[in-house]
């Protein structure tokens, strides 16, 4: 894909940007498919899917005015290939991005393509979600925390509304299944200080795709004891004596 075709494919699906993002985001782009010949970064194939499904899909939450902070400080847990939080980087460089993830080999990638870009506001972290929620220097520090295609609502709520200060929001890529997560995902966020919004609607021209963006809202401090330790949250999920 050109820049010139990227351009006009982030501008159909609403989302602003600069001229030199999509150079940016192709160079991202070759380097994941040079890594994943070597290692799991992306089980996607096809160009123009992958496309979609990394980069615009990451971005999508920039369609939406006020969402995203211009600036500020957002940390994305499970990063994985760096979705959604590098490409939010990249278009976004007053953003403080921090990425964490408990795989070592996945942070190389993500260094190798900071270095390669240049990143200068970006900063990674390797710790699984449960535990860096524990550290000082992340607990309750950020405008926004973020997760793609991570875990359920509920599990997602543990794992991201403890980086969140309060007033600020955690912000959930989810796809169809959101619907039948929502009414434990909205007790589990109470519990940890946090309130479901709306979820919105991402618009994909030329994709059947039912993808979501939701907004929690964290009003309240998360009490002390979460997230609980590493592997319970998805063990045994909060909110899950509520019926659906």
């Avoid at 005015?65 to 939080?85: E, K, N, Q, R």
């Avoid at 990674?124 to 524990?134: F, K, N, P, S, Y």
């Avoid at 940890?192 to 991402?202: D, Q």
Wanted: some cysteine; glycine content about 8%.
């Amino acid at each position: 894909m050109t820049e010139q075709a990227l351009s006009a494919r982030l501008t159909a699906c609403g989302i602003p940007h600069d001229a030199a993002l999509p150079g940016k985001l192709l160079k991202y782009h070759e380097l994941l498919l040079d890594w994943n010949a070597r290692m799991d970064l992306t089980a996607v194939t096809d160009e123009e899917e992958m496309i979609d499904r990394h980069y615009v899909d990451s971005l999508s939450a920039l369609a939406v005015p006020g969402l995203i902070p211009s600036s500020g400080a957002l940390i994305d847990v499970g990063t994985g290939a760096g979705f959604p939080g590098l490409p939010l980087a990249l278009a976004c460089p007053e953003l403080r991005v921090t990425l964490m993830d408990a795989q070592q080999k996945r942070l190389n990638f993500l260094q190798a393509v900071t270095d390669a870009l240049d990143v200068r506001n970006v900063t990674l972290v390797h710790a699984r979600a449960e535990d860096g929620a524990q550290f000082p220097q992340h607990r309750e520090k950020y405008d926004l925390a973020v997760a793609r295609a991570v875990a359920s609502l509920s599990v997602l709520s543990e794992y991201l509304l403890p980086y969140v200060r309060v007033g600020g929001k955690a912000l959930c890529w989810k796809g169809p299944a959101l619907m039948e997560e929502l009414q434990q995902g909205r007790r589990a966020a109470f519990l940890l200080g946090g309130k479901v919004e709306e979820p919105i609607p991402v618009a994909f021209p030329g994709r059947e795709w039912q993808h979501l963006l939701l907004p929690i809202s964290k009003s309240g401090k998360t009490a002390r004891q979460y997230p609980r330790k590493a592997g319970t949250p998805s063990k045994s999920p909060l909110g899950a004596n509520v019926k659906k």
